[in-house]
């Protein structure tokens, strides 16, 4: 059974989760655990969705955690600084209480700070400061820019070889789907479902109904994991949810650990708590996460080498960017009648919540037009969400969903797409393969036939 153990220094207390018997107590060394701890636990989330419960316990240790890892606390002239990180601590688990019963790891966070506070005469009235980022000293290690030339995807070419081919792959709105091969689909895919499972990076979203009663579902929770490679990174998560938007890993670093290479993964605030890119310059890479009204889209930029970099390609199948959405996922947004709207989706007998906004055909083509002038399948898609949804931010979705492709593509003729795509080449292989197992048994019996005729 997991155990929280408590562990002091001279320099700061650290609050981590240990997998293994043992009691509550005071020790030396805990840093390398706690960070295990953070990343071990916030890859279990992501492997297992159903564990995944709006208990955000996680995310008040990483906090913690971050508080008290910056600057070296010089003994009790700090404790005015330690007690306001403890304080925060515990306001953060208390606004997190009613989901987290019977969690173990928060129960035994609850208990550490009730003890730490005690240990150091902290009182639990007073200020709680904002967690900061860890600022890192001049001259560490996260700060080189001599990475080793294999931690630059782009530099590791040859000057005579050709260079990498990029391709994109997009999800936003309600939510819509560009492939890495540009197929364009509209899916439900309630629930957790993996965009991208390769040898370098899982990427998994979370989609939730927009209205009660509703089909219609939108992100609401994104999860990056960066393997650990080479001499480059360590292994890093990346959580978004909806109105949380962090400018920092899971752990609180904004770039690849401890490694030489560390620098060539980063994170890079554009817009406070809307906008995030990565860059993950050791598999050329660039991701880019927003939040768009309360839902989050999703755009990356990869090699086609880094995305067909798959032990298993056969079993591949629920790799929504490679693959696509299951058919039995799909829907055909542009069959969608013109008088059709929101209430058309529902779910259950009971009416839904009304929309913010009810919208027509008319004026949701007006209104979409205002920033998707093409009538691509971007702004079709933006119609389709006004009318299934009334929330006007899924214009803005749209709007930038294009402009990330129009960023992150790399052939500028194929920006706008025009043509819904309901079967994948996948499929329509597995089709193929289908027909010659048709014509080959049909040549079977033919030659069995002329045997025994």
């Not at 629920?318 to 959405?325: D, Q, S, T, V």
Request: glycine share 6%; aromatic share 8%.
């Amino acid at each position: 059974m997991p155990h929280l153990l408590i562990s002091s220094s001279s320099s700061r207390e650290r609050i981590v989760v240990k997998d293994r018997a043992g009691w509550m107590g005071m020790g030396r060394g805990a840093a390398p655990t706690a960070l295990g701890f953070l990343q071990t636990l916030a890859v279990f989330l992501c492997i297992f969705p159903a564990a995944t419960s709006p208990c955000k316990i996680l995310k008040c240790n990483s906090e913690f955690w971050t508080a008290t890892s910056g600057a070296h606390y010089p003994g009790s002239e700090d404790a005015p600084e330690f007690c306001t990180a403890l304080r925060a601590y515990s306001h953060c688990t208390r606004r997190t209480a009613r989901t987290c019963r019977g969690d173990l790891a928060y129960h035994s966070a609850v208990h550490g700070i009730e003890d730490l506070m005690s240990q150091h005469n902290c009182s639990k009235d007073g200020p709680t400061s904002q967690p900061r980022l860890r600022t890192l000293p001049p001259g560490d290690s996260q700060e080189r820019s001599d990475s080793p030339e294999i931690c630059h995807y782009e530099k590791s070419f040859h000057k005579h070889s050709a260079p990498p081919n990029y391709t994109h792959c997009g999800l936003f709105g309600d939510p819509h789907l560009r492939t890495f091969t540009d197929h364009f689909q509209t899916c439900q895919v309630r629930g957790a479902w993996p965009l991208i499972d390769n040898n370098y990076l899982n990427v998994q979203v979370t989609n939730t109904p927009v209205l009660p009663g509703s089909s219609a579902t939108a992100t609401s929770k994104l999860t990056i994991i960066f393997k650990n490679f080479q001499e480059c990174v360590d292994q890093k998560v990346y959580q978004a949810e909806m109105d949380e938007l962090p400018a920092a890993f899971a752990d609180g670093s904004k770039n690849g650990g401890d490694k030489h290479g560390a620098n060539s993964l980063k994170i890079t605030e554009k817009v406070s708590g809307q906008h995030v890119e990565i860059q993950a310059k050791y598999i050329g890479t660039t991701i880019i996460v927003r939040q768009v009204g309360r839902y989050l889209t999703f755009a990356v930029r990869m090699p086609e080498e880094v995305v067909n970099a798959v032990d298993d390609r056969d079993n591949q199948g629920l790799y929504l960017c490679l693959r696509g959405c299951p058919l039995n996922e799909q829907i055909d947004f542009q069959s969608f009648h013109a008088s059709e709207s929101w209430s058309t989706r529902r779910k259950g007998p009971s009416p839904p919540v009304p929309p913010p906004e009810v919208f027509t055909y008319e004026t949701a083509t007006a209104r979409c037009k205002e920033k998707l002038p093409v009538e691509d399948l971007y702004f079709q898609a933006c119609v389709f969400d006004l009318l299934t949804t009334g929330d006007v931010n899924f214009t803005l979705a749209a709007y930038y969903a294009f402009e990330d492709v129009k960023m992150l593509h790399s052939n500028k003729d194929k920006l706008h797409l025009y043509e819904r795509t309901r079967d994948l080449p996948g499929n329509a292989a597995a089709s193929g393969q289908c027909q010659e197992l048709v014509l080959s048994l049909a040549a079977v019996v033919c030659c069995l036939i002329s045997l025994f005729s």
